[in-house]
């Protein structure tokens, strides 16, 4: 493979940390809750500053499962990327916002 760029890198980066977070316990395919807290504990410190607080993980963890079968797959994983995205947006473009 050529030199990836550097969104090349992040989407690369996104799919090895679902796999690795996924495969701490038995099921490889999928986040346990248990898995679903570590990873945004771990990989996003700041933009999930409630990962301590055992009821939001609770309501995150519902929001994310779709098809409610108690556990995360790697399409409820994306979509929970994009929402993350769409929050660094907002951030990012109210910390540019020109002072009136
Ligand atoms: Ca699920």
Redesign the pocket.
């Known amino acids: 493979m050529d030199q990836c760029t550097t969104s090349e890198i992040a989407l690369f980066n996104a799919a090895k940390i679902f796999n690795e977070y996924a495969a701490k316990e038995g099921d490889s395919e ?1 986040l346990s809750k248990n898995e679903l807290k570590s990873l945004l504990k771990k990989e996003f410190p700041n933009l999930m500053q409630c990962s301590n607080d055992p009821a939001a993980i609770d309501q995150i963890m519902e929001t994310l ?9 790697f399409m ?1 994983y994306s979509l929970m990327l994009i929402t993350m995205t769409q929050v660094c947006k907002l951030v990012m473009d109210s910390c540019q916002k020109p002072n009136k």
């Open positions: 999928h499962d779709q098809n409610q079968d108690k556990k995360v797959d409820e």
